[in-house]
């Protein structure tokens, strides 16, 4: 009954705070976004200024006055009610106190992020016979002058007015009935856009393109598997690569200095069914390294080669200046969905630490050169075959955390496990092609669902706080040594990122299957976070 009082409170509080009052049509003006202040992001804790808090991806705000001693007393101040009934995946930019935030199915609406009242929304019109993996899903746009830049489920790319919300731009980037769609944030990189593809259960074929911000004309696009001219394309048998999947479906980072975009590469396809796709499948399950102008590949890493348990990487790389070894390195931290957590230069893509955060049966170890040493008998078979992790993976695509304050790694980890599926598979375009399936196996002894800390130079574990009976969540980590991410049985929670140690909680009511984010508006620190289909914004009274 208390948890149930608690649920109606926050719902009379959203039904009262909510600015569902009638949208003024325009949001106050603010500096234009310059790729000066794209670059400087972290110098502006108050604002929010990309998908990620900044191009290093470590979702680390500078903000403290929320901090370890005091963050128990937070208060909700507004929430602003999706009008669209669906699970709210989206991260939110704040601007100079204003809030976009997107809204399945490819929604973006203005409101002031000091009330929560409406500004303006644009609706983006699907076609009807959309085909989708996984949900109705939006996860957040970019910001370059006073232009913003969204993907939508039927493989467009927009630019949208950022103080009246009128169309600018409508750029068809694939064809949505072969099965491509697009839920990520893009990345500005320069005066372009960077932004990927979703598809990679029906049989695509994976790339990243780069869109002038001004006209929206294509200026490159890179190839996640490599086409018959190059030597690459021997990793898989036959002409598989033309059905191969390695989709880009979230957001990359990005090195200025070395002018570096990093990206994830999603499964092969079929999912399960490795014999329709003999090789190592490049560059599936990869991280890329392409260069900002061009697009080129600088460089490539690929995690798991001929996967056959749908672990993608489309993990958020995370950049970091760390000490490893002895020697400083410009690292790249990555917690793999397939369970192990990896360290690389991220200015030349070497390898250097390969250890296990969560749970896994299926490799012995990762060699020297970072590949995986396969165990026997853990393929996909007719009769099942069970392995951790499961298709969730150690992780997913929820965003982890680093603070340089620490110099730790905050991930959302499962130890859990699946038994696994294969079939014969025909290709036919549109519609899904996985050679396979899985079923979770839910026992109790071997599984675990925690926000983990990790040294990355050892890959040692610091601390765990286990969450019951499960967190889709990403991390957000904050100057005042506060970790905050939720669950989906409703609950938002701070830990101390020193311990792990939880420092206050509150009950949503909602699946919480976003990552929270920081900013501060009228000198006030907020802490806002998407949960079912309400925005809900947080502060000190």
């Known amino acids: 009954m208390k948890r149930l009082a608690m649920v109606v409170a926050l719902a009379a509080c959203a039904q009262v705070a909510s600015g569902q009052e009638p949208a003024s049509g325009t949001a106050p003006s603010f500096s234009p976004v310059t790729w000066e202040r794209l670059l400087d992001a972290a110098e502006e804790p108050h604002n929010w200024l990309m998908y990620s808090g900044t191009f290093s991806s470590q979702r680390f705000s500078r903000l403290d006055q929320i901090n370890a001693g005091n963050v128990g007393d937070l208060k909700l101040k507004w929430a602003y009610q999706i ?42 019109e699907l076609p009807d016979d959309l085909r989708i993996c996984c949900g109705r899903n939006n996860r957040g746009v970019a910001v370059l002058g006073n232009t913003l830049f969204m993907s939508t489920l039927d493989a467009h790319l927009v630019a949208i007015d950022a103080r009246s919300g009128n169309l600018l731009w409508n750029t068809e980037v694939a064809e949505y009935s072969q099965g491509y769609s697009k839920t990520a944030a893009p990345l500005i990189v320069k005066d ?9 259960e029906f049989g695509i074929r994976g790339f990243l393109d780069s869109y002038n911000a001004e006209s929206g004309a294509r200026e490159w696009r890179t190839y996640t598997i490599p086409g018959p001219d190059h030597p690459d394309n021997r990793s898989w048998s036959g002409e598989s690569w033309r059905t191969g999947g390695s989709p880009t479906w979230i957001t990359g ?13 999603g499964n092969p396809g079929p999912d399960y069914n490795g014999e329709m796709r003999l090789g190592d499948n490049l560059y599936s399950d990869s991280v890329l390294a392409l260069d900002g102008d061009t697009g080129e590949m600088s460089w490539y890493f690929q995690f798991t080669p001929h996967d056959v348990h749908d672990w993608d990487a489309i993990q958020i790389p995370i950049l970091a200046d760390i000490e490893f070894d002895g ?17 690389l230069d991220r200015a030349t893509g070497e390898f250097l630490l390969g250890e296990p955060y969560a749970r896994q049966t299926w490799a012995e170890r990762i060699d020297d050169q970072g590949r995986p040493v396969r165990l026997p008998d853990t393929f996909p078979t007719e009769d099942g075959t069970v392995v951790s992790p499961s298709v969730l993976g150690g992780t997913n695509w929820w965003s982890p955390a680093f603070s340089p304050r620490t110099g730790l790694f905050y991930v959302n980890a499962f130890d859990g496990e699946a038994d696994y599926f294969v079939r014969e598979d025909d290709y036919e375009a549109g519609f899904r092609f ?7 196996v839910e026992a109790i002894d071997n599984y675990v669902n925690a926000i983990r800390a990790i040294d990355p130079a050892t ?20 100057a005042g040594d506060v970790v905050f991410s939720g669950g989906i049985d409703g609950y938002f ?27 501060a508006v009228n000198g006030e ?13 947080f502060g000190l009274d």
């Open 434 to 440: 996985i050679g396979g399936g899985q079923q979770q």
């Open 459 to 478: 890959a040692e574990r610091r601390w765990e706080f286990r969450i019951t009976p499960q967190s889709r969540a990403g991390v957000l980590a904050t």
């Open 327 to 343: 020697q400083p390195r410009k690292a790249m931290l990555w917690a793999n969905r397939n369970a192990f957590f990896y360290v």
């Open 253 to 265: 980072s990005y090195d200025p200095e070395l002018d570096l975009v990093y990206w994830g590469t």
């Open 192 to 200: 372009k856009v960077v932004t990927g593809i979703a598809g990679g």
């Open 493 to 519: 929670f701070a830990l101390d990122a020193e311990t792990g140690e939880e420092l206050w909680h509150m009950q949503l009511g909602r699946l919480v299957q976003a990552a929270p984010i920081t900013y």
């Open 525 to 537: 620190q907020q802490v806002t976070v998407a949960a079912g289909n309400v925005v809900y914004t």
């Open 83 to 124: 009008p669209v009934i669906d699970r709210a995946e989206t991260t939110p930019l704040v601007v100079d106190g204003v809030m976009f935030v997107t809204e399945a199915p490819s929604n973006l609406t203005a409101i002031d992020a000091a009330t929560g009242g409406v500004y303006w929304r644009y609706e983006h």
